[in-house]
């Protein structure tokens, strides 16, 4: 691929991740996503396919970034829960797709490879930590990871009111109460 052609198509995907988060897949105008990128519709589909292809190529990058930017450490799970809280925080937009994709794609039967492949790992990796005697074994490693997951994501995941009175502690709290809470969790028998 030229540079012109990985330029375009950087270019789509970003301003494809912009509509996405905003507008979630049904109200994400393919229109719009060419004019933000200095494009056009004609290449959205020469290189993704559709809008929903569009869409999974966006939420595979992001999957992909985050993945290689807060790799998992069962050895000290709060902390992980602490940097996926930061990563969370660094990219706002993560949590929007997640809800989207959540939201428009739960009944469609379709998994994404990254995504599957990327919680196998650390299942895996929680798994044998809890093997080797570091992790608690009151959960599952799906569900101990799946709480974690959960506990970094958990202050995009409530409702505006709620978060106007837990904004009022600040990032740094937010932080702590989130490794904190994995810490609690870990120490649960």
Known sequence: MNRDAEATRRRLLQAATDEF???GIAGARV??????????????YHYFGSKDGLFDAVFDAMCRETVDAVPIDPANLPEYGGRLFDSYQARPWVQRLAAW?????????????????SNAAKIEAVA??????????????????????????????????????????????????????????????
């Open 21 to 23: 988060a905003a507008y």
């Open 128 to 189: 044998a930590a809890q093997r080797d005697g570091l992790l608690t074994t009151r959960f599952s490693a799906p569900e101990l990871l799946g709480l974690v997951l959960h506990l970094s994501g958990f202050w995009s995941s409530h409702t505006p009111e709620m978060g106007a009175r837990l904004a009022e502690d600040g990032l740094a709290r937010q932080r702590e109460v989130v490794v904190r809470a994995v810490a609690a969790l870990l120490s649960a028998s």
């Open 101 to 117: 994709y959540r939201l428009e794609r739960a009944d469609t039967g379709t998994l994404l490879p990254i995504v599957m492949e």
């Open 31 to 44: 229109d719009r996503i060419a004019a933000a990128a200095a494009s056009n519709k004609a290449q959205i």
